[in-house]
């Protein structure tokens, strides 16, 4: 496993969560690294992706400014910050890369209203 996503849990509208993924392979040297996120009955979606060469993220419109991408290189770790969160955020969280298109095994994520 190269990829391990942790971090959800169950939150209450409005709180917060840090998804974190640890890529144990090196693999996020000269990539880009994606976290997408599931909802019960509908399609992965992608939520927010950051290219390592110049650590800025692009967030879907549907959690921009309430979510932040950010990496941590000497832990080869990358981030999700989900600040003030909806109970439309609940899902199991991925993370991804698209150079070896590897998947965390996914965080699972409950926004209670």
């Known amino acids: 496993v190269q990829l391990q996503a942790s971090g959800g849990g169950l939150v209450q509208a409005g709180g917060s969560l840090r998804l974190s993924c640890v890529d144990s392979g090196n693999i996020f040297v000269d990539n880009v690294i994606d976290w997408y996120r599931q909802a019960p009955g509908k399609q992965r979606e992608l939520v927010a992706t950051m290219s390592s060469a110049s650590g800025t993220a692009v967030y879907t419109d549907s959690v921009k400014g309430r979510f932040t991408m950010s990496k941590d290189n000497a832990k080869n770790t990358v981030y999700l910050q989900m600040d003030n969160l909806k109970p439309e955020d609940t899902g199991v969280y991925y993370c991804?890369?698209?150079?070896?298109?590897?998947w965390g095994q996914g965080t699972e994520v409950t926004v209670s209203s």
């Open positions: 991804h890369d698209m150079k070896y298109n590897n």
